[in-house]
Structure formats: structure tokens, C-alpha cells
């Protein structure tokens, strides 16, 4: 959804009549983009993706079909050749939202260009006459069922949406964490390789080898950011550690030997650097896949990476 904040801007500046679609149940289909969407304008205009474009067409004709103000949820389904000829790993079918796109808040337009995580709570109701949305971030003190539920899907860093019904209607949850922001300590082959990588999932990355610099790169996006951590340096692994340790960063993992992670042990503890801290750090780095290439490593770390922040919970209990 995020590609759609300048059209959605600007059709709103417009005073179109416009439309967001995005689903809120889905069967079927394949692997597909969590965070699909699509703005429709009911003179058949269409921005975003969603599907490939396969339901495009229904979807201009359900919005002009809606009342001022309301909003619907539509049935739309595919199959055979014709989910093959677009382009759909097969077939499926799909209830997808579509609500004006005057009741999305401009903030939700906002966060999105920011690229700041956050959840955008929706409430249709039953009959489809009145719509709402409102955004929800990760340190918001919204005490509803909705809000609470959104802060904690917005903990797990991965874009998704949950919906169910209740006694007043449809209530939809769709959550887009700010991208992992990875920071590698250190350069080399290695180095180049996993932001190359990380550049394959769409996370953001830079190396540096500079203390200061990790430091303050770490502080500034301390909700996304990750450290992979190659350097042997002491004057520069202990020091970075330890800062993303006293952070509170979702990832931090180090590249060495067993005698390595024992000096950088030793030294975290004599730092003041606790034991339930380290037992954060992923040492040796890397998901055990047998890896034994420099890409080799280089996809075992992200996929390390990846693990952790879809389940922050799983990570704690094994730790």
C-alpha cells in the first residue's frame, strides 16, 4: 500500500469520488503481496495492484454501485485459465473492503511516506452505511480490543491484516511495520553480500565501520533497525554491541569463532552488559542451513533475521 500514498494524495486533493480496496478474507491464489491494494475511481480509473488486476473492472463497477458515505464488502473469485492467464500462481476467491477513500485518515497517508510502523483499524457497519478508520502505533495507549490487537501484530514486523465481525460489524485490521533496517558492521565480501540480499526482501541496509556512526544509525530507527555484526575489532564490536543491546533492537547477531564470542562475552560482562542481554545476541550468527559459501552465509543471516522478527515470542522463549 505504501506505492499509492502519492496517487491517494493527490486524488483526495482532487475531491474525487475515489475507493481503497484490500481484502479482508482471501482463499487461494498463491504467494501474494500481504500489503496489496488498490484505489479505484468509479469513472474506471485504477492505481496500486491487487491480484493482477484481475478483479479491476468488478471492482470500478461495485464502487460506483456504493451510496455517499457508505462502504462494501464484495465477493470476487477466479479460476483455471483465467487465474493462469493473469499471471496467479491459481486460482481463488476473496471479500474485499471497498470504502471511500475520503475516510482514510490523511495520518495513515502520513505514516505510510514516513515509512513509520502502524495499523490502520477499520469499523464497517453491518448494513454498509457508515465507515471508519483510525491509525494505531506501536506505543499508542488505545485501550480497545481493536487497538490492542493491532499493537500486538505490529510487534510481530510483518504486513498483514485481521479481521473478524462483532455485534456492530466488520472490524479490520491491517498492519504495515516499517521495513528491517539493517546495519552491518564491518565490510568485505561478506558484508556486501548480505545487503545485497537484504535488498532481494526490500529491507533497507548500509555498512559502516564506525562505532559512532552504527550507534547513532541504531538509535535513529531502534524499531526496525538490525545489527550484523562482523568486525572482530574490539575498540568497535564490544562497544556496537553493547549499545544495541542497551537499545533494545529486534536483531542483534555476531559473526566468529567460539574463542571470539568468548572474548566478546567476557568483555560485554565486564562492561556492565547483563546476562538476560546477551542471551539476545545470535552467536554464532545465522540459521543452521549447512552454509558454507560467503552467499551461503549470507542468506542463513537473513533468514535469521527474518525468523526473529516474525516471532519475537518464539526468539524469548528459546533464548
Known amino acids: 500500500m505504501r506505492e499509492l500514498v502519492e496517487t491517494a494524495r493527490q486524488w483526495v486533493a482532487e475531491g474525487r469520488g475515489a475507493f481503497l480496496a484490500r481484502p479482508v478474507a482471501e482463499q487461494g491464489f498463491g504467494p501474494r503481496d500481504p500489503a496489496g491494494a488498490l484505489l479505484v475511481d468509479p469513472r474506471g480509473a485504477c492505481a496500486g495492484s491487487l491480484y493482477r488486476g484481475v478483479f479491476d473492472e468488478q471492482l470500478v463497477a461495485e464502487a460506483a454501485a456504493i451510496e455517499e458515505g457508505g462502504a462494501r464488502v464484495c465477493r470476487v473469485s477466479v479460476h483455471g485459465s483465467e487465474a493462469t492467464g493473469a499471471g496467479l500462481t491459481c486460482g481463488g476467491q476473496a471479500e474485499i473492503l ?70 456492530e460489524g466488520l472490524v479490520l485490521i491491517e498492519v504495515f511495520p516499517a521495513d528491517p533496517y539493517l546495519v552491518i558492521g564491518g565490510g568485505g565480501e561478506l558484508a556486501e553480500l548480505i545487503g545485497r540480499q537484504a535488498g532481494l526482501l526490500g529491507w533497507e541496509w548500509t555498512t559502516t565501520e564506525s562505532g559512532p556512526e552504527a550507534e547513532k544509525l541504531l538509535t535513529d530507527r531502534r524499531g526496525s533497525a538490525c545489527l550484523a555484526m562482523l568486525s572482530h575489532d574490539p575498540a568497535f564490536d564490544v562497544p556496537t554491541l553493547a549499545h544495541a543491546l542497551r537499545t533494545g533492537i529486534p536483531y542483534v547477531g555476531a559473526l566468529g569463532s567460539r574463542r571470539t564470542q568468548a572474548r566478546r562475552r567476557e568483555e560485554l560482562l565486564a562492561g556492565g552488559t547483563g546476562e538476560a542481554e546477551l542471551s539476545r545476541v545470535h552467536g554464532p550468527i545465522g540459521l543452521d542451513l549447512g552454509a558454507r559459501t560467503p552467499a551461503e552465509t549470507a542468506l542463513a543471516i537473513c533468514a535469521e533475521i527474518l525468523s526473529t522478527l516474525t516471532a519475537p515470542s518464539a526468539r524469548q522463549d528459546t533464548a
Open 98 to 167: 471497498v470504502q471511500p477513500l475520503a475516510s482514510v485518515p490523511d495520518e495513515w497517508w502520513e505514516s505510510l511516506a514516513l515509512g513509520e510502523s502502524a495499523a490502520l483499524v477499520t469499523r464497517l457497519a453491518e448494513d454498509g452505511t457508515r465507515v471508519a478508520s483510525t491509525v494505531v502505533r506501536a506505543g499508542d495507549e488505545d485501550g480497545t480490543q481493536a487497538g490492542r490487537d493491532a499493537r500486538e501484530l505490529l510487534a510481530r514486523h510483518r504486513a498483514g491484516h485481521e479481521a473478524r465481525y462483532d455485534d
